[in-house]
Every structure is written in C-alpha cells, then in structure tokens.
C-alpha cells in the first residue's frame, strides 16, 4: 500500500475547504480523475472511505468507515460516497482483479 499526503482537492472559493487529506491506495494507482465534493454540504471533522477499484480504475465500492470517521451526517456522507463512487484511478492491467485502498476527507 502506498500512503501520501494530498491537498489538491480544495477549491479556494468554496468556504468549506473540503479536502482529500491523505490516501492509501495500491502502489502503482494514482488518481485519475477527482471526486466533486465541493457542494455536498456543511460538515466539520472527517471521512475515510474505503473503495475497491478494478484494473480498469473503476471504484466499485465506497464506503464511509465509522471506525476511523467523526462527521455523522448521513446525507453528507452518502454524497460523499456518491462522488468517491464517480472517481478513476489510473488502470493497472497488471493489478488483481480488485484492490483496496482509503480516503480520507476533512472539512473545516
């Protein structure tokens, strides 16, 4: 697994300042394609969403992790997982069939 720091996923105009605050996905697998999380409503503290993506980079499950989560908004965090739903990873034909990884998001 391959943990890293991310901070590209702010928008400065947006008060939120939702970001994507660390990732721990496959070696090999970068990001793709973002999640818009920027309107999915007010919420203070964090998510980490674990996702299973294909060789394609497809995520095919999203979901919100209680254990390592403090936001309990349920509309908040079925948008989130929502939008981690509609991200792509890079494609790695050499990957299993499916591989796991974590996102966590924080809000302020």
């Not at 992790?65 to 908040?76: F, G």
Request: aromatic letters at 4%; one cysteine or more.
């Amino acid at each position: 697994m391959l943990a890293c720091a991310v901070n590209s996923f702010a928008d400065d105009g947006d008060k939120l300042a939702n970001k994507l605050t660390s990732v721990s996905i496959p070696a090999g697998r970068g990001i793709a394609m973002q999640a818009a999380i920027n309107n999915i409503g007010h919420a203070k503290g964090t998510v980490a969403v674990d996702v299973v993506m294909d060789r394609k980079g497809n995520v095919l499950v999203a979901i919100a992790n209680p254990k390592r989560s403090t936001v309990r908004d349920k509309v908040i965090i079925s948008k989130l997982e929502a939008a981690v739903l509609a991200m792509k990873f890079d494609k790695n034909k050499k990957a299993p069939a499916k591989q796991a990884g974590t996102l966590t998001y924080t809000f302020k």
